[in-house]
C-alpha cells in the first residue's frame, strides 16, 4: 500500500467530509444518527490519525453515536501510516492498521484512508458523513444477529478476566476481544493538526483475536489479560464480537464496562 496513495484518498476524504459538514450545519450534522433507532448491537469502528486534519469531524461523530445510541458499540482505532508525517500518534497500532486493510481487501477498495467509518464490517464511508452512518446503523440493527454475553468480570489493577458465551454461528468465525480506553485527550504538537487538542472515545488498545468458531457451534470460554498503560485519559470497556473471517461482517457484539479495583 503506497503512501501516496494513502494521501490522496486522506485528501479526498476531507473535501467530502468538509461539503458534508458545510450542507448540514454545525451540530445539526448529528440528528439523523438521532433518529437511527438502533435494535439490534451494532459495532461502529473508526479508522482515523492525529495526523490527519480531516479526522476530527469524524471523531466527533463517533462521541456523537457512542452518546446518543445506547444500541451502537463504537471503536476509534488509530492506524499507522500517518505516523512519519510529523507528529506521531500514540494511540495508533499495527493491529488497528490491519484490521483496516483487511476491510479494503474484502470489500475491493483502492487503498486505505482516514478518516473510514465501517459498519458491521458491512458498510464503509468516509467517516464525517453523518447522513452515510445513520443509514448503514439502521439497516444494520434490523438484522438478526447472533448474541454475545460478557459475564462473571473481575478486575484488579491492570489484571482482568471475564466470561464471554455466545450463541451458534451459521458459518465459520473470528471471535475478537477488544480492550478500549473510553477516553483520551491529547495536545498535538506539529504535523496537520498541530496546535489543537483533539478526543477520542472508546479507542481500540488492545485487539485480539481469541478463538474461531465453526459454523453451527458455540463458543464459551473465559478471557484473561492485562489492560495497557492508560494514555491521555482513563476508563476502559470490553469489547467483544463475531466476525466472518478477516474484514467480513460482523455476526454479533457486546461491551461491557470495567471498574477497576485496585486492592
Wanted: charged share 20%; proline share 3%; aromatic share 6%.
Amino acid at each position: 500500500m503506497g503512501r501516496i496513495g494513502i494521501l490522496v484518498a486522506s485528501s479526498l476524504a476531507g473535501i467530502l467530509s468538509l461539503s458534508v459538514i458545510s450542507r448540514t450545519g454545525s451540530g445539526r450534522e448529528y440528528k439523523a444518527v438521532e433518529a437511527a433507532g438502533a435494535k439490534a448491537p451494532v459495532l461502529v469502528e473508526l479508522f482515523t490519525s492525529e495526523s490527519c486534519s480531516s479526522c476530527p469531524p469524524a471523531d466527533r461523530l463517533l462521541a456523537r453515536i457512542r452518546d446518543s445510541e445506547p444500541s451502537v458499540i463504537v471503536l476509534s482505532e488509530h492506524v499507522t501510516y500517518w505516523d512519519g508525517l510529523g507528529w506521531k500518534d500514540p494511540y495508533s497500532s499495527l493491529e488497528s492498521t490491519e484490521r483496516q486493510r483487511d476491510y479494503v481487501e474484502r470489500m475491493g477498495l483502492n487503498s486505505s484512508y482516514t478518516p473510514q467509518m465501517v459498519v458491521n464490517g458491512q458498510f464503509e464511508f468516509i467517516g464525517s458523513d453523518a447522513s452515510s452512518a445513520a443509514r448503514a446503523i439502521q439497516e444494520a440493527s434490523a438484522h438478526f444477529t447472533v448474541p454475545v454475553s460478557i459475564t462473571g468480570l473481575k478486575s484488579t489493577g491492570d489484571s482482568v478476566s471475564f466470561e464471554i458465551e455466545t450463541g451458534a454461528v451459521t458459518k465459520n468465525a473470528q471471535l475478537i476481544v477488544v480492550l478500549a480506553q473510553d477516553e483520551g485527550i491529547e495536545q498535538v504538537a506539529h504535523g496537520e493538526n498541530g496546535g489543537s487538542t483533539l478526543r477520542h472515545v472508546q479507542i481500540a488498545r488492545v485487539i485480539r483475536h481469541v478463538s474461531d468458531v465453526k459454523g453451527g457451534s458455540v463458543y464459551k470460554g473465559v478471557f484473561s489479560g492485562n489492560l495497557p498503560q492508560a494514555i491521555a485519559g482513563n476508563g476502559w470497556h470490553i469489547v467483544v464480537f463475531l466476525q466472518q473471517g478477516r474484514g467480513g461482517s460482523v455476526l454479533g457484539v457486546a461491551s461491557q464496562a470495567i471498574q477497576k479495583l485496585d486492592i
